[in-house]
């Protein structure tokens, strides 16, 4: 876009969620600390101090992917794929916690178990929670058979007027859709059905999560009553080159307002488009295409742009978060979104600290008025934990200065920042080839490679003397065309961290057209410990990572405002809170 009027200002949202309860200098001496201890739950955090402070995570043992989040009865549900015998994946369950307000957790009971050989004795995979007309909940799942067959099984609640719905049945018509010469199903990549839709024609339809080849495919299934499923002749889509999608999930978002669309009942709307995202199991990152979709047909057509070679295009984070489910929340009509967090420490490190694995904080989910992406931002439920607040106005940092941000617990914060006043003309000029590899350009140029117009943005979790920090930054460029438009590099930069020999690096990045984020309206930030959530161009730019200082943890992490660029930049406004830790209890 051309730079006048606007060539004189540029605002730029950072969303950052850095959450957990800090790092270790080495993690074997502070495993021989827990000799002392009966269980994980009575060591002291100081000995602990990778576990978040308000994510959700069970005291111990490996978790990965949700499995069917909804609400019932005004009470919240989260079920989640678990590890009851140790802290590496194996012998899966869904576990389930409960809640009133998507913050706080009570653990209970472990919902559905391993136990049928021809349903699930290997493993009760991830799955999908449905509302059936008058509220009844209804959970599909994947199970694992004695064949070692992937096939798709119904739960059902024992008793529907317990709001905590403590106990699931499997009723004896499991299983309901199987691998079969017939349906030319791979048993081995056939798993993770859908939430269910409800079309005008009173038939429900769900989509399972398979590959042909290297195609990736959303198998159709219909169904008058939920029990008895007939496979669709041809899929709702697929794709070439993407290889198996897992967690596959199909919903309806509104056109014009945030609000969200039940899927479990039929309608007729207009007014709506479609949502088809996949988690790519071979790269572990969760794409998503915007489009139409035809009940009468059951054709869904993403929309021009949205999809570049199978579902190379937009993602809902940019980092680490994988394996999402999302439901509709009729308490507040909104659309939830959760995603798994895994590590990326070492499998010897997750045995020695009992557990692995953290699930992202509750995003909401909505269409952008362009109707092509995506808005993704923390639930406002998320900002009950804030305390003592601390606020900076209309500050200049000059090139190559750092600003310390003071008062509040930099391990565990909640963060707002906004930048202006950077004259456009001075941006660099972007290949356009560059576009599409946001990653790598980030790796070349990380936050110690001084730029025209950046790197600007915060350190997090940095030790007092600077040894080591993260860095969430941008840097603003030109690109080479006509009208002089410009675009917005975010980036998650781990370069500057004391890693051990056994963490896996990652940087991540992304681009944002910079008219984004010249009417962005800030509404809230956030930081913490061992993961670091940014949210950027009102919520369409994500990225999620996970960060294990050596130094920079607990009361020893600080946090800084920076511009390593060439040119100044104004903080037009910082608002930072010190955050409290969510309540998790009861017993898995």
């Known amino acids: 876009m051309a730079t006048s009027p606007l060539s004189s200002l540029l605002l730029l949202t950072i969303v950052i969620l850095l959450l957990g309860q800090g790092g270790v200098h080495k993690i074997e001496a502070s495993h021989e600390v827990y000799k002392g201890y009966q269980s994980l739950e009575t060591i002291p955090p100081k000995f602990q101090p990778y576990r978040t402070g308000f994510h959700f995570q069970p005291p111990r043992n490996w978790i990965n992917g949700f499995a069917g989040p909804m609400v019932y009865k005004g009470i919240y549900h989260l ?32 919902a559905l178990s391993a136990a049928e050989p021809n349903m699930d004795i290997n493993g009760a995979w991830s799955g999908s ?49 199987s ?53 669709d002749e041809k899929p709702l889509h697929s794709a070439h080159g993407d290889g198996m999608w897992e967690c596959p999930a199909f919903y309806p978002v509104s056109v014009g307002n945030r609000n969200s669309v039940d899927t479990s009942k039929s309608s007729h709307d207009l007014n709506v488009k479609y949502v088809l995202k996949m988690s790519l199991d071979d790269i572990k990152h969760d794409y998503y295409t915007v489009g139409s979709y035809s009940y009468h047909t059951d054709v869904y057509t993403p929309n021009k742009g949205s999809i570049e070679n199978g579902f190379s295009g937009l993602r809902y984070d940019y980092g680490k978060l994988y394996a999402s ?56 439920e998320i900002a009950k934990l804030r305390v003592n607040p601390v606020n900076l106005r209309n500050h200049v940092l000059k090139p190559s200065s750092l600003l310390k941000v003071h008062n509040i617990t930099a391990a565990q914060a909640d963060v707002e920042i906004a930048f202006e006043g950077l004259d456009l003309s001075k941006a660099e000029v972007l290949d356009p080839s560059w576009i599409s590899k946001p ?26 003397g600077m040894e080591e920090y993260t860095s969430v930054f941008f840097r603003v460029f030109k690109k080479y065309t006509k009208s002089n438009q410009h675009m917005v590099l975010m980036c998650s930069d781990q370069s500057r961290l004391l890693l051990q020999i056994y963490v896996i690096f990652h940087s991540f990045s992304s681009f944002s057209d910079l008219k984004i ?36 943890i607990n009361k020893a992490a600080h946090l800084y405002a920076f511009n390593d660029g060439l040119q100044s930049v104004k903080i037009s406004r910082l608002n930072a809170w010190s955050m409290k830790s969510v309540q998790i209890t009861g017993k898995q």
Request: hydrophobic share 35%.
């Open 517 to 552: 984020c010249f009417d962005a309206y800030v509404k809230k930030l956030q930081i913490d410990h061992s993961i670091v959530e940014s949210f950027a161009a009102k919520g369409k730019s994500c990225i999620t990572s996970r960060v294990y200082p050596k130094l920079a």
């Open 325 to 380: 489910k999302s439901f509709y929340d009729g308490e507040k009509n909104r659309r939830v979104l959760w995603g798994w967090v895994n590590e990326s420490s070492s499998v010897d490190d997750d045995v020695k600290k009992g557990w692995s694995g953290v699930m992202a904080v509750p995003r909401r989910i909505w269409l952008d008025k362009s109707g092509k992406q995506l808005h993704i931002n923390p639930v406002q």
């Open 439 to 464: 990653q790598v350009l980030c790796n070349q140029n990380d936050s110690s490679v001084g730029g025209s117009l950046g790197p600007f943005g915060l350190r997090v979790l940095a030790s007092r």
């Open 129 to 177: 929670a449905t509302i059936l007309p008058g509220g009844k909940p209804v959970i599909l799942y994947t199970g694992v058979n004695s064949k070692n067959q992937q096939v798709q099984n119904v739960a059902v609640p024992k008793n529907t007027s317990d709001p905590y719905l403590i106990e699931w049945t499997k009723p004896p018509q499991n299983p309901i859709m």
């Open 79 to 110: 079920f989640y794929q678990y590890n009851p015998k140790g802290s590496v994946w194996g012998n899966i369950v869904w576990a389930h916690a409960t809640s009133k307000d998507l913050v706080n957790w009570e653990l209970q009971p472990v």
């Open 179 to 231: 691998p079969t010469t017939q349906n030319q199903i791979n048993s081995s990549s056939f798993r993770d059905p859908s939430t269910g839709w409800l079309g005008p024609d009173n038939i429900w339809r769900v989509v399972v999560g398979s590959k042909i080849g290297r195609r990736g495919v959303a198998i159709l299934y219909k169904s008058k009553d939920f029990v008895n499923w007939v496979k």
